[in-house]
Nanobody, 122 residues
């Protein structure tokens, strides 16, 4: 499994970014995919999930209405479009596969990439 994120950067508050994740080494179109993020000194936070066919998407409360996850199964790419970014969105963002929840709480992911840094600052 290989997951390679890109698209991070430095953005002012209120700005937008689109992250991409190129996937290989597994049947991408059969796999639900996720975005998670980790800010310095904090636990990994689940951001979003998209079902294998893109038919259903799910978002954490703090990003709902601002972020949109999508995928291109023909090219094995996962996206995260982010709008109205705030300083609290500053984190390393990871594309992830095989994530688990327990009692509704995010636990961990079996695979994730190296991440892409998103920094929101004026």
């Amino acid at each position: 499994v290989q997951l390679v994120e890109s698209g991070g950067g430095l953005v002012q508050p209120g700005g937008s970014l689109r992250l991409s994740c190129s996937a290989s080494g597994f049947p991408f179109s059969d796999s639900p995919m996720n975005w998670v993020r980790q800010a310095p000194g904090r636990d990994t936070e689940w951001v979003s999930t998209i079902q294998n066919d893109g038919g259903r998407t799910y978002y954490g409360d703090v990003v709902k209405g601002r972020f949109t996850v999508s995928r291109d199964n023909a090219n094995n790419v996962l996206y995260l479009q982010m709008h109205r970014l705030t300083v609290e969105d500053t984190a390393v963002y990871y594309c992830a596969k095989g994530c688990t929840w327990r009692g509704g709480a995010f636990q961990q992911c079996e695979y994730r990439g190296r991440g892409t840094q998103v920094t929101i600052s004026s």
